[in-house]
């Protein structure tokens, strides 16, 4: 197959030519080179191409002085793992050398090592991911389908290339469902069955790795389904047993939906409030999420624990220390008296300030010295359980306690 009428249609023209450009050079060059991954898949979906990515058969980062300087090319960024991001007609381009990699156990990064574009396809993820077309001029647009990859696009299915993708890799297992959820693909059968047998493979899996997985979920615009089909293919159980299943899980989901925090860990937002409040400091040690996190999920169990019928004392007590994002976040999924007592607190309790000091007390006769902090903080908790005063209200009531003493 040959799709280079589709590269001249779905491409931008500055990405067309670009490409053009890099074929030509490498070929020159005398190292083959292909348009590989998401780039490929995208196009053959005819869907927008956001990245472009190459694959040489070659260290690209030992090529770059023998481009011809016609052509200027910003090497924006070169990794030790013989990548490099490179910016020609001002198109991103990201260039890989082709590679064979070995996971010396599950769960561990790779071991990396030179290959021809033949193995580099063959330690993909999906078939769908291990298509290539390649963009030297000779052979501009010849498609290399290694693994039945065309015909997976055609019948929409994700299918690994071997039974030990996962155990390789388990963050396949989310990749796995990320695709399928945002291109709306089946699991082909064995890909189904090997991922359900290999869930208990996320275990190994660091914190870290995980929680980008879940963000690169979240950044999807198909969230909710892959959310679905992470509970489907119960993915979240395996993450941590706590979460919630099933109808639960979706009941309490979709009462996060309207949450909007403007930050890429919206997720690690929403999955912390989705998790047993018993359960949830063990999740956040699981995923080693940080102080910032640690502190929201102690927040939420402190709101989840106010009792219904506690004092206007009480629950600003407990809720003084908490931050808004918590509230916030709790209020779309508490119980109807449990949000009361939120609102209470955000649209009264927080609000109440003393309106005098010391000189105002002072001022009207109390001598100073640790009586006047002393009647601060009783009218301060006089308006807590009462509601606010006005400022001379709050002298008056200094002067009635200072009277009283
Ligand atoms: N890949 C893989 N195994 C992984 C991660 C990536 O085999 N665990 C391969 C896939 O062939 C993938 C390519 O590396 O296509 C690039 O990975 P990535 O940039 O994460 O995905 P894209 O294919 O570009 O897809 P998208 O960014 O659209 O999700």
Known sequence: ????????????????????????????????????????????LEREVSDIDIIVESDPSNLMHKFDPQYQIDVISNSQFSTCKI????????????????????????????????DDLGRRDFSINALAACINPPNWGEVLDLYRGLEDLQSKHVRILHSGSFK??????????????????????????????????????????ITNELVKIYSEKSTNSILDLMDQFEVLGHIHPGFPKGPEFSKRKKLLTDISIPTSELVLYILISLIQTDQRMDLIKRLDLGNKLSKFGRDLNRIELIEVSSSRTKIYKQLTEVSEIAISVADAYVSKELRRNLKLFTNELKTISLCIDGEDLMGIGIPHGPKIGDILSKIFTHMINSGPLSKPDQIRMASKFFGDS
Do not use: W
């Not at 074929?23 to 898949?41: C, E, S």
């Not at 910016?87 to 021809?116: C, F, H």
């Open 1 to 44: 197959m040959n799709i280079e009428n589709l590269l001249e249609k779905t491409l931008t023209k500055p990405q067309y030519k670009a490409i053009k450009i890099l074929g030509d050079q490498f070929h020159k060059m005398g190292t083959r080179a292909f348009l590989v991954g998401g780039t490929i898949r995208d196009l053959l």
């Open 87 to 118: 910016k020609i007609l001002n198109q991103a381009v990201d260039l890989a050398m082709a590679r064979e990699e070995i996971y010396p156990t599950s769960g561990a990064l790779p071991v990396v090592t030179s290959s021809s574009i033949e």
């Open 168 to 209: 390789d890799d388990p963050t396949r297992i989310f990749r796995c469902i990320r695709y399928s959820g945002r291109l709306g693909f089946s699991l082909e059968d064995g890909t189904r069955t090997q991922l359900l047998e290999d869930l208990t493979y996320i275990t190994l899996l660091s914190g870290v790795r």
